[in-house]
């Protein structure tokens, strides 16, 4: 029964604290009070602070976890909406997706040979633009490090999505579909956050480039591993 109370306590900090987070990211609009960020700094607080274990949250926090699979799901709507639009883009988008594969795979390699990094971090940050799941496995397969693919993961959407705005607003982009494949291979599941905020047809072309752009790496990965 403890186990039990302990569990739904958890699941209930985590939600009163990540709408406490939305609520200061909607009143200030500032990119880098990211809900999720902000979600995760104050409970890794309070769990110092209490001396609380990881494991005794985990309790909470896994199912929490196991939620997001099917949440994925609702992506599929605005999908399914928008397919016309996305058949029509068809070249364009996939043209995008491969530009930000090779962009992320040269990008990463010229700069772990320009600071000395070392091959397993450099074979776990290949990774950092799909979406965990993926990325983990992918990792496994070239013998990486999983901890630093997930850091690495993290680190990207969150910056992908506290920067997309600012990014489209300089670049001067319009075109909703072209935002949501920029975003969506870039950054995957929380930049495609980002692009479902501002319209259904940036969230759906979003969610389509993060699924695309997560199977071509471990397709990519598998052929070179």
Do not use: Q, W
């Not at 920067?163 to 001067?172: C, Q, S, T, Y």
């Amino acid at each position: 029964m403890t186990d039990i109370f302990s569990t739904l306590f958890f699941i209930l900090l985590t939600i009163i604290i990540f709408k406490f987070s939305l609520s200061v990211n909607n009143k200030f609009k500032i990119a880098f009070l990211n809900p999720i960020l902000m979600t995760a700094i104050i409970i890794i607080i309070i769990l110092k602070l209490f001396n609380i274990t990881y494991s005794d949250y985990y309790k909470g926090g896994s199912i929490i976890i196991s939620a997001l699979g099917p949440i994925v799901v609702v992506l599929a709507v605005p999908l399914y909406k928008n397919r016309d639009d996305l058949t029509k883009n068809f070249i364009p988008i996939i043209g995008g997706i491969t530009a930000s594969i090779i962009t992320t795979f040269v990008s990463i390699t010229l700069l772990c040979k320009l600071f000395g990094i070392d091959e397993t971090i450099f074979l776990s940050l290949l990774s950092k633009s799909i979406t965990t799941p993926m990325a983990v496995e992918s990792t496994k397969m070239l013998g990486g490090n999983e901890t630093v693919t997930i850091l690495a993961v993290m680190i990207t959407g969150l910056f992908g999505a506290a920067l997309a705005p600012m990014i489209i607003r300089i670049g001067k982009i319009k075109n909703n579909i072209a935002k949501g494949i920029g975003i969506g291979s870039a950054a995957h599941a929380l930049g495609t956050s980002k692009a479902v905020e501002m319209n259904e047809e940036a969230g759906a072309a979003s969610g389509l480039a993060m699924g695309v752009t997560g199977l071509m790496t471990i397709i990519v990965i598998i052929i070179f591993a």
